[in-house]
């Protein structure tokens, strides 16, 4: 019988997940099938619920709903409980488990896509909520000389800085003038085509700017182009943190570069 997973969120049907996992399927000889499932805004756990009941294996949970999928989750790993939010749930006779593999996926994607070496590296972080929370500790596992979380309520990113050793947290104008080899925006600006705040931190030589933003030419990056910085989207992340939780549904990490490729060039 076919193992069902899902992705689930409100809105979700433009997903890129259904096709990423059917590449991952089909190239690792998985009996599998991978669907978007739509929540009422009101209705994500009796939506998870259906879906256990009706036999599925496992689901990802995108926006709005990866805080309630931590709270309806009955395990958590321990990078989910670092990041207060889930985005993998694992249904079995042992209960729901809860995974987050978002900081998986970026740690992958800037290593092995974008030959970026963290360790010994000035990282800024831009924003203070979930997603730069479901990042933070991988991050820190790769040692970076420094990580500095900055966004523009100063006290947000104190506060988040002070769940984590490691790391520090200030406001936008604190960024004057300090250098950093590996800048990662964690912001939803790009999403609604804002515009990024003037930011005057320094780009170090040959410095990153990545946006978890995939799919357009954020202003964020538009900036960094514009200092002379090398930039990166967030689609990489996107298929990475997909195979981090096909490994932990199925036990095979497929292979991502063919994946990624077909979708840049899509």
């Not at 739509?38 to 689901?59: E, H, S």
């Not at 990282?123 to 970076?144: C, D, K, Q, Y």
């Not at 964020?220 to 992340?237: H, I, K, V």
Request: overall charge neutral.
């Amino acid at each position: 019988m076919t193992d069902r997973y899902v992705v689930i969120g409100n809105p979700v049907a433009h997903s890129q997940s259904p096709r990423i996992h059917a590449l991952f399927a089909a190239a690792t000889a998985q009996d599998m099938a991978y669907a978007t499932l739509p929540a009422p805004l009101d209705g994500f756990a009796a939506t998870v619920r259906d879906f256990v009941a009706g036999g599925g294996r496992g689901a990802n949970v995108t926006v709005p709903f990866k805080e309630e999928a931590f709270r309806i989750a009955t395990r958590l790993s321990d990078r989910a409980q670092a990041a207060g939010a889930v985005n993998t749930l694992t249904f079995s006779g042992n209960g729901i488990l809860g995974d987050n593999t978002d900081g998986a996926g970026l740690v992958r994607d800037l290593k092995s896509n974008l030959g970026t070496d963290i360790s010994g590296k000035r990282v800024l972080l831009l924003g203070a909520g979930g997603a730069a929370r479901g990042v933070i500790l991988p991050l820190l596992g790769e040692r970076p000389s420094q990580l500095l979380i900055a966004n523009r309520t100063a006290d947000k990113a104190l506060a988040l800085a002070r769940d984590f050793d490691g790391c520090e947290g200030c406001g936008l104008e604190a960024l004057d003038g300090r250098p950093f080899d590996l800048i990662i925006n964690a912001t939803s600006a790009g999403l609604t085509g804002g515009v990024s705040p003037r930011l005057t931190f320094r780009y170090a030589p040959d410095a990153l700017a990545y946006d978890m933003i995939y799919g357009r030419e954020t202003d964020f990056l538009r900036q960094a182009t514009a200092a002379g910085a090398r930039t990166a989207d967030g689609l990489g992340m996107l298929v990475e943190q997909a195979a981090e939780a096909f490994l932990v549904w199925r036990g095979i990490r497929p292979e991502t570069a063919p994946v990624l490729a077909e979708l840049r060039g899509a």
